[in-house]
Structures are given as C-alpha cells and as structure tokens.
C-alpha cells in the first residue's frame, strides 16, 4: 500500500473546500456581473454616432446597475475600440475579457463579419440599428432591434411619395456596400411600383478623388426633382452642403443611417426639409421618454441622439430578458422567449430568428432637429 | 490524522536556517516596506500633481499657440474679401503642423474661405459655402467668449472627429481651426514626457476623453460621473485615491483654464505604483539573495554538521545488518553526536551480545527450531543448529526460501493441511520431513505465531519421532510376547503350584511320619536307656548271684573238705553281701521297669486321666536320669507334689517336658562340663499351672528365639539333631493341653521354657477311638 503524502491529502481537501465555498458564496453573496461589450469606431465615418450610442448603452447601464441590476446581477460594460480591420478580433478580446453580451455591432456589415466570430464564440450580439434584410431569418447569435432595409425604404418610399417626388438620383456610400447596396436596392424595389424613378445612382466612398462637390454634380444632371442619399449623417449632410449650393428647391431624402446628430451638426440649414424614415421618434412626449432625455442631459450634458436611443433599448431589452429568463436558461433563448419588451418608444417583439418590428417614423429635419414628418 | 512530513536532519537545519535567514529578511523586508511605502506614495501624489500641473501648462503653451495663430490670422483676415482671405489661410496652415484646416466662417455660418494643409485633398474648396451655423464651435463662440476649444469637433472637411478652436472676431466673422487627434495625442505625449509611469487623460467639459497618454480611452470612457472629475467641476477637494475600471488609482486633476479642458494625472497605488514596485523589487530582491545564500550556505553548513551524524547514522544501519561490528564508531566535530555514537556503541554491543545470546540459546535448542515469516509464504527466517543436523541442508541454504521450495515435503497438501489447522495461533501435527540426503524423518511439530512489528511470524519447534515410534514398535511386539509368556508362566506356575502343592501333601505326610519315627526313636532311645539302665542292676545282680554260687561251692569244697567256721562264715557273709546287692540291684530293676511301664503307657496310649503334675515330673526326671548318669549334669526339681493336679494327657505333658529336658543336655550344655537343669511348677494367680525348665547353659541366640519351634529347626542338623523335639514339645502343649509354651533366654547364661497349662485340657474333637492317632497329629 502507498501512503498517500499529507500535502496531497491536505491539497485534495482543501480542493474539496473550495468549491463548497463558492457555491456557499454563490448561493448567498452577489452574483457575478454580466458583461455587456461594446465596440466603438472613434475614428470612423460615423462620428459622434458611436459616441452617441455608446452614451445610450452608459446610460442604460448605470441605471439598471442602481436599481439593483438585472435579475441581481449587475451590469457591466465594457467598451473597446473597433480597430477597423480588426474587428474579429475586437469581439474577440471583448469574449475574452468576459463579455457575453455585444450591443451592437452598429453596421450591417459589420455585423455580417462578426457572425461567425460571435457563433463561435457564444457571444450574443443585440445590434439596435442593423437592417439588412440579409440578416433576417436566420436563427443565429445575432438579434436585431431595428427596422429591416426593406421596411425603412418602404417607409422612405412612402414619404417620397406623399411629397410628390417621381424622379430622384441617388448617392450610394459603398464604404458600407452591404447596406448601401441593400437598402437602395430595398428602396427602389419599393420607389418604381410607387411610380417613382431614379434617374441617376451615383456610388461614392471607394474614389478619394471623388468630392461631394462632383458627385452632386453627377446627381443633379439627371434633373432630378429631389436627391436621396444612402450615406452616414456626416456625409449626408456634406452631400446637402453641396445640393444646396446649386438648387435650394430640391428634395432631399436620406436612409436611416444618416440620422444622426452629425447630419444636423454639419448640415445645419443645407440639410433643413430633409426627409428620413427612421426606427425612432424624435419628438416623442411621453414621460418614459422624457425622463430618458433628461437623465441623458445630466449625465452627458447634451441631448440624445437616435443612436442613444436605441441603444438604450437594447439594454432595456436585454435587462427585461435577463429578469424574466429561468434558471439556467442560455440568454438567447431568453430574450426570443420572454418577449415582448417594453423600449423606450415601443413595445419590442422578437420573431424566433431573433428579429423584432419598429415602427417607421417619418421625420424631417426642422430647425435644426428631427421632426415628425409632416 | 495527519502524518507528519519526515525530513533528514540535514533538510531540517538547512530548512530552519533558510526559515530564520528568509524570515529575518521577510520581517525586515516588510517592516520596511510598510515603513516606506506611504512616503512613496505621498512623493508619487506630490510628483503626479507637478506633472498634471505641467502638462496642463504646457498643454496650455502648446494648444495656446495654435490659438494664438488662429487669433492672428483673423487680425490678418480683417476687412479682406474672401478670395484673398482663402490665400492668406492656405498661407497660414501650410504644412499643416499646426492647423489641418482652417475655415473663415461668416457670421451667418457659411464657409467663406477654406485654407488646407498641404497633405489634404484639394476638393475641400468645396467647403466654400456650406453651412456650418449648426457647428458646435461656431455656435460656441460669442462675444464674451471669441476663443473656444472643442475635443471633440465634427470635421467639415471629413465628418470624423477632431480637436477644433474657434475665434470670433469682432465683425461676427469665425475662424475655424481642426487639429486632427493623432496630432493632440502626439503633442500630449510630447508635453507629458515619455517614459513616465504616469498616465494623462486630457478630458473636456462633458466628461469625454479627448486624449490620453496610453492612446486607448478616447472614445471610450465619458467621465463625466467620475467622482475626481466630478469634484473637478465643481472646484471641490480632489480625492487622491481613486477607483478606476477596478484598479485603485491616484490621481490629480488640473484646470487647463484657457480650454477648460481638465488634464487628469492618475498613476496607480499600492503594488502597482513603480516606486512601490521598485521598493517591492528591492525588498524581494534582497529577499532571493538571501535566499540564493542560504541555499548556497545552508546546505553546506547543514551537510558538515550532520555529516557526522550520517556516519552514525550509517554506522548504525551497517551495525543493524551484520556488517560493521567491532569497529570503532565515527567521531565528529559536535560532541553531542560523538557522546550519542558511544552511547550507540555501548548500546549496539550490548545488543550484539544479547542477540548472539538469542541466538546461542535458539541455536542450542535441542529440538530443531524454526521461524518463518507467515506474510512471505512462510519463508524461513532462521534455522537452528539442531535443524540443520536434522534436515541437512545449511542455514544459508535455507533462510530465504520455504519449505515446499526447499522440498521438504513429499505432498504439499500436508503442509496444508498443517497450516490449515492453527487454533488461537499454535499449529502442531506430526509431519515427514524430506532431509537432503532424501532420508524422510517423521517429526512432530509445534509451532506458535507471534505477531512482531506487524510481521505474522510462526515459530515452529520440532522432535524427531521417528526412533520413538521404533521404540515403540517394539516395545508394542515385546509387551505381546510378553503376554503369552507371562501366560506360560502362569501355567508353569500354576503346574509347579500343583506338584508343590503335592510335595507339600506329601511333606506334611512324610513330616507326620517322621514326627512318628521321632515319637518312636524316642521312645526307642527311651527303651534303649531303659535297657541300658536295668543292664547294670541286673548285671549287678547276675554277678552277685554268680559270686553267691562261687562262695556255695566253695563252701561245699569246703565241707566236703573239712568245714571249718571260718569257711560257715564266709559263705555266710558271702550269702548275705550277695543277696543284699541282688536284692538292692534288681529292686532298682524293678523301679525301672515301673516307670518304663508308666511313661510307655502314657505317651503310647495318649491317655487322658487326672494326675499330680510332681508325678509326671518325677517319672520323667526318673525316666531321663540315667542320661545324666555319667555326666556332671544334674536335674534339680522343685514341684510341689500335691496341689496340681490336672485333667490332661500325662504322656503329652511328658513327653513335652522331655523333649525340654533333652534340649537343656543336648544344646544347653554344649560344649560344658556341667551345669543344672532346674525344673519348677506352680499355680499362677489367674490360675494356671505353670512348669518352667531352666537350664544355666550358653542360651539360645536371639535370631533364633523366634523359630526356636518351628519344626527341624536346628543347630545340630547332621550332628544326630532332628529339629523336632521343640516343635512336637509345642504342639503338645498348645494344641493338645490347651496351654502355651514360651521362652526366654539370655545367650551365655542360660534358657527358660515355660508352661502354661490349664487344669483341665480341652476336649478333643476327635474319636476317642483313635486317640494315639490323634494325638500324633497334634503333635505334628
């Protein structure tokens, strides 16, 4: 017979120990926080949006963490930069560092790069303003909170419509192909049945020689009665610079994409009458609202965008999922099961792929802010 | 329970001084430590809120020049129409190392001039009249406030974000400038000196973070809520310790007041502040050098104080094992270790000497002995002398294997059988041994289990049987045999009983026939002496008669030739002389022959009468006189002659009393010229009549007084003795006169036989018809 030595015996109890202390622990101490990731493209096209967004998802944080965290678990967020390029990798080192949860990605091509990444990770991926319609359906980590291409363009469409725009030329920023192309596609699925037409399609982003300048040049030579730009706030906005140096009467529309705080920043009077459809409602009143533009104005001193907003509900959604979710139960199957969410506009409902409706806001841009259109 | 650790000596001193070494600088290391770290740290708090100080005035100098030049371009753009002002900014920006773009804005927010740094593409002329009245610079710049920075300014030229200042001039007009982040990140790693453990956040009004040393926290942290920046804002105490994603930091914050920007110095606490960290490195740096020479040190040290103890201790194991006895033990620079080595000799010898007493007392064991050990397949251990001669093989042959292996067995089934059969730890059972010259020997064994050091040993002892058995055999063979002889015998016995029986029949026949012949001879020696006696009266009075005759015929001579008186007278005197002897002689005769008469008649015819005992006595003196005749012996008598009288056998008492008178001549007298035989009675006071015969002769030995009537007892046997005379004088008197006879003697002085006799004898039982015959057989 061996003896076994005392150490060996002493580590092999202690061994023993320590799982009963933990699970002592577990049982009556705070459970362990649920990371949520979020990756963040400062030097992007975008601009503040990111920031914007990040703001909503800091907010929404910060409050479910003070009234208790969800389902007792607190939240905690943990920001990195996207690192263009890198962007596997980035979700990557998020997983790494604990995250089972991304808000986000923001892009929809984005989002179809990180999906094999996030499959083989487990991350869960809450993106508040992916739309491409090439996402929906599928059973996978990826859960949509936002409008899909077709139904923004549709709304787009209809707007359009109701101001009596029949002929439109298009910029496309192919620095996102998978939107651009997607949603344009989308909208002029919807715009030719309506009775509308584009007379020109100009692609932009891929030619640094290529100025707004030129491009609305381009645009404008089809004689267009208003021009639609599928661009980032930024871009729409310099493109309206630029239109509205020619003609001061003409249309101007934009997807969703661009309503952003950079569209009324770098617009400013260029982009007053721009048309959009977008998931979120500008002058909405209600209290619940309200209070989260206030609480936002404390904390960041300004106002929140569309971005945060939705963002925001992202956080909502997953906290409301994290309450209701069972024992044991993967988070996925929490959130598509314990729907629907109360967001901050809207009640949100997942199909079983994991892609919720909003409802489509027509706005303008009035005075400088968004408005409901008309 | 926990077993403790066993370590060697030499573990344990090179362990207990690297303990007191390592502990010692430990203690010192941490005392130090804790002594030091606080004044580190409060240096790190003072050195890191210069240096937040120094940036943010050096961030000032730095950004307060691209300001300056922006100021001055408006002094140059001053009343200049817009296609001179863009000349004039292009002039301004060049390179770009201080401005990326500049913007003359009007005072309704149209982009009246564009100057563009040489690296930037050239379509930003389009710029030219857009409307940047939604900017947030522009919106920020009034008249109380002509100069304002933003952190975080949306480019015109590129809708991404940059660090951009404003300046309003007088006429409302507005200059742009964008500093591109990269840049600032640049410049506050050049202001905040490289290399520094410190690190500096450049944060703005809102919170945001415009630029940090480290290069990773812009667009990632708003800081807003922190509770530093918090303070910060509102110009209270600033706490010098902070939490930070977790970490604990320090942290100084300082107002760069012309971009009321806040310039955040943070460096970390506790261990991960460098100082600490340099004091750690140092404390554990000694610490491992320490450790590194006590390693080094120990050991060694260690190693020479316990080698010698190894010596003992190695002695000590050789001592255990056989080897090494006698030798001296090893002797060492530690006194205690050379006093435990003599303490050990002493011990180790007087163990040797006991075991080698063991082991001459195992060894003498006159039984073969042997220890097994029962867990190792009973694998002998040990073996004795007397084992050795009895199984044959050498201890060194059979230590170390078992007995099957050995073949001491015919069948191991036997020895199965044998270990099978243990009772409260004792085996025992009758075996065969194969020795190993193959001689099988039948032992029988013992054996006996103890228990030493849980080690299940069997002692066994063992007798060799098989001669026993042998004797055994025989002696089973020789106690048959001996049966049937001992029934032999008893038929032989029983056969030689028979005839000896017989002979006995015929001994008492033959002794009953010869106490006759005694009885006769006696009495024909009594006829004889008879005989001889009257011979010499008759013979007296035959030559009296015959000298009477002579004197007649010479007196007829006489008278025929002349009678003459004197011739009368004589053969008168003649006459009377020779008729007086015959007459006297044949009286005397005639006496005789009476008495003769009387004791035949008596002892022939066994006749019972009353009678005087003075007159038996007196026939028997009378009877036995003559014997003495001639012989200076004399037979005194002393019985009384009336007075005891008695109704017995005259002839019985007679002849005993002769008999008793007889043995008084015959041994009494042996050997003397004289002596007295006295012979007297009396009447006892119970009674009796008792008759002694006492002689004065040599007496009778007293070996003999005991047998002295046993028949043909004896001291003249084939001298003419026939040992009877006592034996028949006793059964006379016991059996026939109903008395007894005793004797006592003094050898040298004589003998005393007394009677005892009753007045009346008892009745004999027998026939009166055959009364000689009876009294024959009681005699006998």
């Avoid at chain 1, 699970?23 to 990371?35: E, M, Q, S, V």
């Avoid at chain 2, 006194?335 to 006991?354: I, P, V, W």
């Avoid at chain 2, 047998?707 to 006592?726: A, E, K, S, V, Y």
């Amino acid at each position: 017979m061996t003896v076994r030595p005392a150490s060996m015996r002493r580590r092999r109890w202690l061994a023993a120990l320590f799982p009963a202390f933990g699970l002592a622990l577990a049982g009556c101490g705070p459970k362990p926080p649920l990371r949520l990731g979020f990756l963040v493209d400062r030097l992007g096209v975008d601009g503040n949006f990111a920031e914007d967004a990040r703001n909503g998802v800091v907010l929404a944080v910060e409050e479910c963490n003070r009234s208790g965290g969800a389902a007792g678990r607190s939240l905690e967020l943990v920001v990195r930069d996207l690192d263009r390029g890198h962007a596997r990798e980035a979700l990557q080192a998020l997983h790494a560092a604990g995250v089972a949860v991304l808000i986000g990605p923001f892009g929809t091509a984005l989002a179809a790069e990180l999906l094999p990444v996030a499959a083989a990770l487990g991350v869960l991926m809450l993106s508040p303003t992916a739309t491409n319609q090439a996402l929906v359906g599928k059973d996978d980590q990826l859960l949509r909170l936002n409008l899909t291409n077709r139904e923004s363009a549709q709304a787009t469409v209809r707007m359009l419509a109701a101001a009596g725009c029949e002929r439109l030329a298009m910029a496309r920023d192919l620095r996102n192909p998978d939107y651009a192309v997607a949603w344009s596609e989308a909208f002029q699925a919807a715009y030719g049945p309506a009775g509308g037409t584009i007379v020109t399609t100009i692609d932009f982003g891929t030619d640094p020689e290529l100025s707004f300048e030129a491009v609305v040049q381009r645009l404008l030579a089809g004689q267009p009665q208003g021009l639609l730009f599928v661009a980032s706030g930024a871009d729409a906005a310099r493109l309206a610079q630029q239109a509205r140096k020619r003609s001061s009467s003409l249309l101007l529309a934009a997807a969703a994409w661009a309503a952003t705080p950079a569209l009324l920043e770098l617009g400013g009077q260029a982009v007053e009458g721009l048309l959009l459809a977008q998931s979120h409602n500008p002058q909405d009143s209600s209290p619940r609202f309200q209070a989260f533009q206030r609480a936002f104005g404390a904390r960041f001193d300004g106002a929140p965008g569309y971005g945060a907003a939705v963002a925001y509900d992202a956080v909502l959604v997953l906290a409301q999922a994290l309450e209701r979710a069972t024992p044991g139960e993967p988070l996925k199957d929490a959130v598509l099961r314990h729907g629907p969410y109360q967001g901050l506009q809207q009640s949100i409902a997942f199909d079983r792929f994991g892609d919720a409706s909003r409802t489509a806001h027509a706005t303008v841009v009035r005075g400088g802010r968004f408005a409901l259109w008309p | 329970m926990t077993a403790l650790r066993v370590w060697k000596l030499r573990h344990h001193l090179s362990a207990l001084l690297l303990v007191t070494m390592v502990l010692t600088f430990a203690l010192v290391s941490g005392v130090a430590l804790v002594w030091r770290v606080p004044g580190i740290e409060a240096d790190a708090l003072r050195e890191l809120r210069q240096e937040a100080a120094d940036v943010s005035e050096r961030l000032e100098l730095l950004l307060g020049a691209r300001q300056s030049r922006l100021e001055l371009i408006a002094t140059l753009l001053r009343g200049k129409p817009s296609d001179v002002a863009a000349s004039v900014l292009d002039a301004n920006v060049g390179t770009g190392r201080m401005f990326r773009a500049v913007y003359l804005v009007s005072p309704l927010g149209h982009v009246e001039a564009v100057g563009l740094s040489a690296d930037m593409p050239a379509h930003g002329e389009e710029l030219v009249g857009s409307d940047l009245s939604a900017g947030a610079l522009f919106q920020a710049v009034d008249a109380d406030r002509p100069t304002v920075w933003s952190g975080r300014l949306l480019s015109a030229l590129s809708g991404g974000l940059v660090v951009g200042v404003a300046h309003r001039d007088a006429s409302g007009r507005v200059l742009i400038g964008e500093v591109p982040i990269p840049t600032l990140l640049h410049d506050l790693q050049a202001v905040a000196g490289a290399g520094t453990s410190t690190t500096i956040w450049v944060v703005d009004r809102s919170g945001e973070v415009i630029a940090d040393t480290e290069g990773r926290h812009m667009g990632r942290l708003n800081l807003q809520n922190w509770p530093l920046l918090q303070a910060a804002l509102r110009e209270e105490q600033i706490p010098s310790a902070v939490e930070f994603e977790g970490r604990s930091l320090q942290a100084a914050v300082v107002r760069a007041p012309t971009l009321d920007w806040y310039v955040v110095g943070t460096i970390p606490r506790g261990l991960h502040h460098p100082g600490v960290q340099r004091a750690l490195v140092y404390a554990l740096g000694s610490f491992a050098g320490a450790l590194a020479v006590g390693l080094l040190v120990a050991p060694f040290w260690a190693n020479r104080l316990v080698r010698s103890l190894q010596e003992i201790v190695h002695r000590a194991a050789q001592t255990t094992t056989g080897r090494a006895l006698g030798r001296d033990w090893p002797q060492g620079p530690v006194a205690e270790f050379n006093s435990l080595a003599g303490h050990l000799q002493a011990m180790a010898d007087a163990l040797q000497e006991r075991e080698h007493k063991l082991q001459a007392l195992f060894n003498a064991a006159p039984v073969p002995m042997a220890v097994v050990d029962m867990d190792d397949g009973h694998t002998l251990l040990d073996v004795n002398d007397a084992w050795t001669e009895e199984v044959g093989y050498t201890r060194a042959e059979a230590v170390g294997l078992n007995s099957l292996e050995l073949g001491l067995w015919k069948s191991s089934l036997r020895r199965d059988e044998l270990l099978a059969n243990a009772q409260d730890g004792s085996l025992s059972g009758e075996i065969e041994i194969v020795c190993k010259s193959g001689e099988i020997k039948l032992f029988k064994s013992f054996g006996r289990v103890l228990t030493f050091r849980e080690q299940r040993l069997v002692v066994w002892g063992s007798i060799n049987i098989g001669p026993l058995r042998r004797v055994e055999q025989e002696l089973r063979g020789a106690n048959h045999d001996l049966e049937a002889r001992v029934a032999q015998r008893a038929d032989a016995l029983a056969a030689a009983n028979e005839e000896l029986s017989a002979t006995l029949a015929r001994l008492r026949a033959a002794q009953a026939e010869l106490v006759r012949s005694e009885k006769m001879a006696a009495l024909g020696g009594l006829v004889a002496g008879v005989a001889h006696e009257l011979n010499t009266p008759l013979g007296n009075a035959v030559m009296a008669i015959s000298a009477m005759d002579d004197a007649t015929r010479r007196f007829r001579a006489a008278m025929q030739a002349g009678l003459r008186r004197i011739d009368l007278h004589q053969w008168l005197e003649s006459m009377e002389q020779g008729s007086d002897i015959a007459a006297r002689n044949l009286r005397r005769a005639a006496d005789l022959v009476q008495s003769f008469k009387q004791v035949a008649v008596d002892q022939t015819s066994a006749q019972r009468r009353h009678f005087e005992l003075a007159e038996v006595v007196h026939e028997m003196v009378v009877s036995l006189r003559p014997s003495f005749a001639r012989t200076l012996y004399r037979i005194e008598t002393d019985v009384p002659a009336q007075g005891l009288a008695l109704d017995s056998y005259p002839g019985a008492l007679g002849q005993a009393l002769g008999n008793l008178l007889q043995n008084a001549v015959l041994h009494g007298f042996e050997g003397r010229a004289q002596g007295t035989v006295c012979v007297t009675a009396g009447r006892a006071e119970d009674g009796r009549i008792w008759l002694r015969v006492t002689d004065d002769g040599r007496g009778i030995a007293p070996e003999l007084l005991g047998r002295i009537f046993d028949p043909f007892m004896t001291t003249r046997m084939g001298q003419g003795g026939t040992g009877l005379g006592l034996h028949i004088s006793y059964n006379a008197v016991v059996n026939l006169l109903g008395g007894t006879l005793t004797v006592s003697s003094v050898p040298g002085e004589g003998a005393c036989f007394e009677m005892r006799l009753p007045d009346t004898a008892p009745r004999a039982t027998l026939p009166p018809a055959a009364p000689n015959r009876a009294a024959d057989e009681a005699a006998a």
